[in-house]
């Protein structure tokens, strides 16, 4: 059974940071990983997907990394911005096409 | 503008009541989801409907009922909740269940209390 971890579960940084959110996940045998944002009270944004054969993902100052062999990806922001503030979740598909998902990482942004 | 709209948008009803979440996609996807979201857990897939067929019950308690009249149109039909039921429930769509390089497309909930 696939499980996700995401760490931190909480994170704040001064604006114009660079950082990085971390996902881990326990079985390699994956279609895509997904990274979403969450503002409070909302539903889910699609930020990447990273498919299996693929290594990284950039939009803007967002880029995705991927190793299946590690069961990792990261999400690396760039020039972080107050209005990045929000909670970051990934998600694993794998071969039952569920998408698996972590807790999430609440990240504020300090202007 | 997700093109995932789900009403009403808060609910909050008693353990005897009766009531439906709502949701409709408008971007021709043929696969819809339910995800219900609590507090400090991951999202929960309940499940998965595939051109109006059910695909996946993920071991829901039968006081939930789903109802996919078509591919745009996805209901949560609710009875006898408990407490414990509250929570952020999401519909989400995709092109189909094994559209595997494209996201899913969420919308924005509806904040179930259940008294």
């Known amino acids: 059974k696939q499980e996700v971890t995401q760490i931190p579960a909480a994170l704040s940084v001064p604006e114009g940071e660079n950082l990085v959110l971390n996902c881990s996940f326990t079985d390699s045998a994956i279609y895509n990983l997904q990274w979403f944002r969450q503002d409070p009270g909302k539903g889910l944004t699609s930020l990447l997907l990273?498919?299996?054969?693929?290594r990284e993902q950039t939009s803007g100052r967002l880029n995705a990394s991927l190793d299946k062999s590690s069961g990792r990806s990261t999400l690396y922001i760039a020039a972080s911005q107050p209005g990045d503030s929000a909670t970051y979740l990934c998600g694993s598909q794998g071969g039952s096409e569920k998408l698996v998902f972590g807790k999430g990482t609440k990240l504020t942004v300090n202007p | 503008e997700t093109g995932v709209t789900q009403t009403p948008r808060h609910l909050v009803m008693g353990m005897t009541n009766k009531k439906s979440l709502k949701c409709e996609q408008h971007?021709?996807?043929?696969?819809m989801y339910w995800y219900k979201q609590s507090a400090k857990k991951p999202l929960e897939l309940m499940f998965v409907y595939n051109f109006k067929e059910q695909t996946e019950n993920n071991s829901v308690p039968s006081r939930f009922s789903p109802e996919c009249p078509n591919s745009s149109h996805l209901f949560l039909h609710l009875h006898t909740l408990q407490p414990e039921d509250s929570a952020l429930y999401l519909c989400a769509s995709s092109p189909h269940p094994g559209a595997y390089n494209s996201p899913l497309h969420f919308g924005n909930g509806t904040r179930l209390t259940v008294t």
């Open positions: 971007l021709g996807h043929n696969a």
């Open positions: 990273i498919q299996s054969s693929q």
